[in-house]
C-alpha cells in the first residue's frame, strides 16, 4: 500500500511558475512509477507527466511539454512537478498517482494504482 499526499499549489498570475510537490509512503518507492494528472471543473481527468520507476525516463502531454518538469528523489520518497510559463489553461486539481513498476509512460488513469488527494493550481489572467 502506497499513500500519496500532495503540496505546493496555489494561486499565481500567468507566465508565473510553481512547484508541486508529492511525497510517498513506504519503502520501496523506487519501484514505483509515478505520473501527475489534472482535472478541471467539468472535465476528465488527463495526463500531464510520467517518470518511470527503471531508469527516470519522462514523458509529457503535448500541452505542457517545455514547460513542465517531472522529476524524483528516491531518496525522499518524492517527485515533484516544476510548472513554469503558467497559462490560465493550466487551472486545475493536480494529482499524483503511483503503480509499482508500471509500463514505460504510462498516461490513462486506468494504469495507475494509487492516488493523492489533490491540490489546487489556479492561475490568473
Known amino acids: 500500500q502506497v499513500q500519496l499526499v500532495e503540496s505546493g499549489g496555489g494561486l499565481v498570475q500567468a507566465g508565473g511558475s510553481l512547484r508541486l510537490s508529492c511525497a510517498a509512503s513506504g519503502r520501496t518507492f523506487s519501484s514505483y512509477t509515478m505520473g501527475w494528472f489534472r482535472q478541471a471543473p467539468g472535465k476528465e481527468r488527463e495526463f500531464v507527466a510520467t517518470i518511470n520507476w527503471r531508469e527516470g525516463n519522462t514523458y509529457y502531454a503535448d500541452s505542457v511539454k517545455g514547460r513542465f518538469t517531472i522529476s524524483r528523489v528516491n531518496a525522499k520518497n518524492s517527485v515533484y512537478l516544476q510548472m513554469n510559463s503558467l497559462k490560465p489553461d493550466d487551472t486545475a486539481v493536480y494529482y499524483c498517482?503511483?503503480?509499482?513498476?508500471?509500463?514505460?509512460?504510462?498516461?490513462?488513469?486506468?494504469?495507475?494504482?494509487?492516488w493523492g488527494q489533490g491540490t489546487q493550481v489556479t492561475v490568473s489572467s
Open positions: 498517482a503511483a503503480v509499482k513498476y508500471g509500463s514505460n509512460w504510462p498516461k490513462i488513469p486506468q494504469e495507475y494504482d494509487y
